[in-house]
Nanobody, 123 residues
Framework: VQLQASGGGLVQAGGSLRLSCAVS????????MGWFRQAPGKEREFVAA????????YYADSAKGRFTISRDNAKNTVYLQMSSLKPEDTAVYYCAGDTQTYIRVMASDYDYWGQGTQVTVSS
């Protein structure tokens, strides 16, 4: 399974970005998909996850109310819409796939990872 994240960039505080993660190599729909981020000098942290059907979503407290995760199984793609961005959201964002059907938040639980996309929020 290959995951390709894209959509990062430089944005001013208060702005928006939409990240995409294209999945290839195997059937996409059984996987729970998640987004994680890692800032310099910090550990990778959970941001959001979505069940294979899209009916269940879970967000880190830092993402609630500002970020929205979604997926299009027909396109084998998962998205992270980020709004009201803050400088503390600056990080490399990674998409990940979990073969379990229930949502998990630990990075070590995820089996497949994309290469990451840089998000930089200026103040």
């Amino acid at each position: 399974v290959q995951l390709q994240a894209s959509g990062g960039g430089l944005v001013q505080a208060g702005g928006s970005l939409r990240l995409s993660c294209a999945v290839s190599g195997r059937t996409f729909s059984p996987y729970t998909m998640g987004w994680f981020r890692q800032a310099p000098g910090k550990e990778r942290e959970f941001v959001a996850a979505i069940s294979w059907s899209g009916s269940r979503k879970y967000y880190a407290d830092s993402a609630k109310g500002r970020f929205t995760i979604s997926r299009d199984n027909a396109k084998n793609t998962v998205y992270l819409q980020m709004s009201s961005l803050k400088p503390e959201d600056t990080a490399v964002y990674y998409c990940a796939g979990d073969t379990q059907t229930y949502i998990r938040v630990m990075a070590s639980d995820y089996d497949y990872w994309g290469q990451g996309t840089q998000v930089t929020v200026s103040s």
